[in-house]
Nanobody, 120 residues
Framework: QVHLVESGGGLVHPGGSLRLSCAVN????????MSWYRQAPGKERELVAT???????DYGLYVRGRFTISRDNVENVMYLRMNSLKPEDTGVYYC??????????????WGQGTQVTVSS
């Protein structure tokens, strides 16, 4: 029922900026956290940034100081502002939502991803 759609990816030069968006369609019963992950070819998926329901934010080591995660509760959209992009930031960026259902069980949702390519 919950569907996540990422957008905003593209090709940028080193040092450029992008803003990714994750639109949440469907009902979130009790939000635990929303996160951005990324995966480069041949590498494991890694956490980029996460924001909890309380607004607590954490960043991956290699993006700290350059990326900013935020959430718009009215529009049901999560954002990732990426500045000073490096070629190492290239990869598919995924949106993740962690939800607690009324039953007490947790549910995990993923988007299809949006491609970010940083190249000269």
């Amino acid at each position: 029922q919950v569907h996540l759609v990422e957008s905003g990816g593209g090709l940028v030069h080193p040092g450029g900026s992008l803003r990714l968006s994750c639109a949440v369609n469907g009902s979130i019963f009790n939000l635990v956290s929303m996160s951005w992950y990324r995966q480069a070819p041949g590498k494991e998926r890694e956490l980029v940034a996460t924001i909890s329901a309380r607004g607590i934010i954490d960043y991956g080591l290699y993006v700290r100081g350059r990326f900013t995660i935020s959430r718009d509760n009215v529009e049901n959209v999560m954002y990732l502002r990426m500045n000073s992009l490096k070629p190492e930031d290239t990869g598919v960026y995924y949106c993740n939502v962690f939800d607690r259902l009324l039953s007490g069980r947790y549910s995990d949702y993923w988007g299809q991803g949006t491609q970010v390519t940083v190249s000269s």
